[in-house]
C-alpha cells in the first residue's frame, strides 16, 4: 500500500501527481521545480538561484515523508543548458556535504513554466534502517 506525501511547505502539484509517495519505506519524490509554495511563481533567474528553491522544496517534502537529505539513495537532475551544470553542482552539492546519493544529470529542451533545472529524488524514510 503507498502513502501519499503532500505538504503545504512545498508547491502543490501542477498536474495529476503528488509531491511524493511512501511504498514499503522508499520515498519517491516528484520532480521539483523553482517554484514558491505560497504564490506558485518560478523563484530566481539563474539556474544556481533555481536551484536553491528547488532543494529548498524538497527538502520539504522529504520532511513531510519523515526522511532527509540524509536518506536520499539517488536524484535526477535536469537541466535546460549543460552549460548551467557547474553552478547547479555547487548549489546541489551543498545539500550532500557527506555520502551524496548515487545521480544522473540529463539537458532536456523544455521543462514546465520554463524553468531551467527540475530535480526528482528517491530516499528512504527515517524509519528504516
Do not use: W
Not at 503532500?6 to 509517495?21: L, W
Not at 519523515?66 to 547547479?88: H, P, Q, W, Y
Not at 524553468?115 to 526528482?120: Q, W
Amino acid at each position: 500500500m503507498k502513502k501519499i506525501i503532500q505538504t503545504k511547505n512545498a508547491p502543490a502539484a501542477i498536474g495529476p501527481y503528488n509531491q511524493a509517495t511512501i511504498h514499503n519505506g522508499i520515498v519517491y519524490c516528484s520532480g521539483q521545480i523553482p517554484l514558491d509554495p505560497d504564490s506558485m511563481k518560478v523563484v530566481g533567474k539563474t539556474a544556481a538561484e533555481q536551484c536553491e528553491q528547488v532543494m529548498q522544496n524538497m527538502k520539504e517534502v522529504l520532511t513531510a515523508a519523515e526522511s532527509g537529505f540524509e536518506n536520499v539513495l539517488k536524484c535526477t537532475i535536469f537541466v535546460r543548458n549543460m552549460n548551467d551544470f557547474e553552478s547547479i553542482n555547487d548549489v546541489y552539492g551543498s545539500y550532500f556535504p557527506e555520502n551524496p546519493p548515487a545521480r544522473a544529470t540529463v539537458e532536456v529542451s523544455r521543462l514546465p513554466k520554463e524553468v531551467l533545472v527540475e530535480i526528482e529524488c528517491i530516499a528512504h524514510t527515517s524509519k528504516t534502517p
